[in-house]
């Protein structure tokens, strides 16, 4: 069964910075795409970064919306996915998910970030 604990969320200013994290357990995370998604109540859930497999050259996708200030990145050794953000901006806050993709298609429960202006 694939765990997640997810970390770092909180209350931010406009312009700041805010590191998630997402302790994994049941899957080995090298072997998978691995994302975080982010939701907005009342609005669908929507890919913020991703990375793929080991196999699959580790490549890096970015929503548009976030290219150049957030980063996304695994640990291997301690199966951990990060999402690196900075210039936070109020558009956002969100609930921010950790995913494990194909053939899990598995989310964790997510931690809020919440954005100032």
């Known amino acids: 069964q694939v765990r997640f604990v997810e970390s770092g969320g909180g209350l931010i200013e406009s312009g700041g910075s805010l590191t998630l994290s997402c302790e994994v357990s049941?899957?080995?995370?090298?072997?998978?795409?691995m994302s975080w998604d982010r939701q907005v109540p009342g609005k669908q859930r929507e890919l913020v970064a991703s990375?793929?497999?080991?196999?699959?050259?580790?490549?890096?996708y970015y929503a548009d919306s976030v290219k150049g200030r957030f980063t996304i990145a695994r640990d291997n050794a301690e199966n951990i996915i990060y999402l690196q953000m900075t210039n936070l901006k109020p558009e956002d806050t969100a609930v921010y998910f950790c995913?494990?993709?194909?053939?899990?298609?598995?989310w964790g429960q997510g931690t809020q970030v919440t954005v100032s202006s």
């Open positions: 049941g899957v080995v995370t090298r072997l998978y795409t």
């Open positions: 995913k494990v993709g194909f053939p899990y298609n598995t």
């Open positions: 990375i793929s497999g080991e196999s699959s050259g580790s490549s890096l």
